[in-house]
């Protein structure tokens, strides 16, 4: 089992973390300080400096071909395996704009998958190749306000067949990336046939943003924030029309495509999890050796060595299990890979939050303020554990995989 860094790796990191550090850093702060300051007034869009600065970055990043690293197994992208790119993608993971920069940003890559899996050449021409270019965003909606969603057989947003088109009916909410103005595609599970077997049942749809019958609700917000300009959107869909071509690989094949699409996009997430722990102990370390109180360095004081020494353990032991469900999935498939993703889908998140957590601590007041990005990291690790299920369904897979070892045992 190679884990480590490839020879044809290793400069990209290189290039990435430069440019992450001394060029998409220095701006992050700035580009989400400009939020809710377009002349309209509306935080959803974006202003004439934070488009300078995104689109600069990404300029520079296309120039420099440190573009689409997660497309693997495919000749559009480097070729990297997902072992390579969880190297990468961990340095995106440190900064808040990192990963759009280099067009690795979600829920972006996950709708690509769907895309470059299972779409038709029409669907690659019109949505496939804006989105590999970094043009247009994209928005997933599966999560629903009336069903326990975490159990995705209860989606119940309705499709009903009416010739060449299908008519949906119902609300989606926390479409992540819904609220910016650049979204031109929702990617949707919906409900095709109520009696079918239950993972027979959903099939999931291409919609315009714009298409006549979708009406944005509202922004959801994360710990009392709306996440501008990017946004959870909550919307409605009334008869919205759309053609039998704008049908993903088949009737009732839903369940298909969400697992092609939810098993790369779920260990992304935990890659860039752990990058955000090492910027949260890089910074815990840089200010407990900065400063003093009772006449030592915070460094020196209670268990703080403790405390870093145990940061750094777990950090590793944690990369370790994300670069095993990389393999996994390299080697093995996604299917085989997903009691894997499912293990480092609970670990990554609850390690990276414990760190930040830590490093919030030796910051002081100021580790929960705008002056640090600390509090900003924890309400998306946070977060981050309800994405793509919650801890309890991760938790489930594991115990019943590792369950059914002994089932029928002698």
Not at 52 to 66: D, F, S, V
Not at 148 to 170: F, M, P, Q, R, Y
Request: proline share 4%.
């Amino acid at each position: 089992m190679d884990l480590g860094v490839t020879d044809r790796v290793r400069p990209l990191i290189e290039q990435v973390r430069r440019m992450v550090e001394t060029e998409i850093a220095p701006l992050d702060a700035e580009y989400h300080e400009e939020v809710g300051k377009h002349p309209s007034g509306d935080r959803f869009l974006h202003t004439d400096r934070q488009i300078e600065i995104l689109e600069g970055l990404k300029a520079k990043a296309k120039e420099r071909g440190l573009w689409n690293f997660w497309l693997t197994d495919s000749e559009r992208g480097f070729g990297l395996t997902t072992v390579e790119y969880a190297y990468l993608a961990e340095e995106m993971g440190k900064v808040g704009i990192a990963a759009e920069v280099f067009n690795c940003n979600a829920p972006d890559t996950g709708n690509m998958e769907v895309l470059e899996r299972y779409g038709t050449q029409a669907h690659k021409d019109l949505w496939l190749k804006p989105l590999l270019n970094g043009d247009i965003r994209s928005a997933y909606l599966m999560t629903e306000p009336d069903e326990a969603s975490s159990d995705a057989t209860n989606i119940a947003l309705s499709a009903v067949k009416d010739g060449d088109e299908w008519v949906l009916n119902g609300e989606k909410w926390w479409a992540s990336g819904a609220g910016d103005s650049r979204c031109k595609l929702y990617i949707v599970m919906a409900r095709t046939d109520p009696d079918a077997h239950k993972h027979s049942r959903h099939s999931m749809f291409l919609i315009p943003a714009d298409a006549d019958g979708l009406e944005v609700l509202r922004p959801m917000h994360v710990f009392n924030t709306d996440d501008a300009p990017h946004g959870h959107m909550h919307i409605r869909f009334t008869n919205v029309r759309v053609p039998k071509a704008d049908l993903v690989l088949g009737q009732g094949r839903g369940f298909e495509v969400a697992q092609g699409r939810l098993g790369p996009g779920r260990i992304h997430h935990c890659m860039r999890a752990i990058g955000q722990a090492e910027r949260a102990l890089e910074l815990l370390c840089k200010r407990a050796l900065s400063r003093e109180a009772f006449g030592k360095k915070l460094a020196d004081l209670g268990a703080n060595h403790d405390i870093i020494a145990n940061a750094r353990m777990e950090i590793e032991m944690a990369r370790l299990l994300c670069l095993k469900a990389a393999w996994m999935m390299d080697t093995q498939g996604t299917r085989a890979a997903q009691p894997w993703i499912s293990k480092i889908k609970v670990i990554a998140p609850l390690m990276a939050l414990k760190v930040v957590d830590e490093a919030m601590q030796v910051h002081g007041a100021a580790g929960i303020s705008q002056d640090f990005p600390l509090a900003s990291m924890w309400a998306h690790l946070r977060t981050l554990r309800f994405a793509d299920g919650p801890d309890a369904v991760h938790r489930r897979q594991v115990a019943r995989v590792e369950l059914r070892k002994y089932t029928n045992a002698g």
